[in-house]
C-alpha cells in the first residue's frame, strides 16, 4: 500500500510504503487480532516507515493513501492510559 502522502501540522514529511515495516500489514493485524478485539472502523497506527516527527498535544496528523482518502486525526492530552480491549 502506498501512502501518497503524510503531514503533521500540515508540514509534509517524506513518503512511504507499507512495504518498509519491519513487520508486514498482515502480520501487524493477525497479532493485534489474537490480543485484542479489532472491528470495523478500527484503526492502527505504527511507527511511520521513512521520515516522521513528534506529535505534540493540540496538533494534527494527516495520512493520505492512494485510491483510499485521508485520514487526519488530532493529538489530544493523555488524561487516562489506554487499555487493550478498552471501551470502544
Known amino acids: 500500500m ?3 502522502r503524510t503531514a503533521l501540522d500540515g508540514v ?3 513518503p512511504a510504503s ?3 515495516l519491519a513487520r508486514g500489514v ?3 493485524l493477525c497479532h493485534l487480532g489474537g490480543v485484542l ?3 470495523p472502523g478500527d484503526v492502527v497506527l505504527t511507527r511511520a516507515p521513512g521520515e516522521y516527527g513528534p506529535l505534540r498535544p493540540g496538533g494534527r ?3 493520505t493513501v492512494t485510491g483510499i482518502g485521508t485520514l487526519t486525526t488530532p493529538v489530544a492530552t493523555a488524561t487516562t492510559p489506554a487499555r487493550a480491549g478498552g471501551p470502544r
Do not use: F, K, M
Open 12 to 14: 509534509p514529511l517524506r
Open 61 to 63: 496528523a494527516d495520512a
Open 26 to 28: 498482515a502480520e501487524i
Open 37 to 39: 478485539p479489532l472491528g
Open 18 to 20: 507499507t512495504g518498509g
Open 2 to 4: 502506498r501512502i501518497a
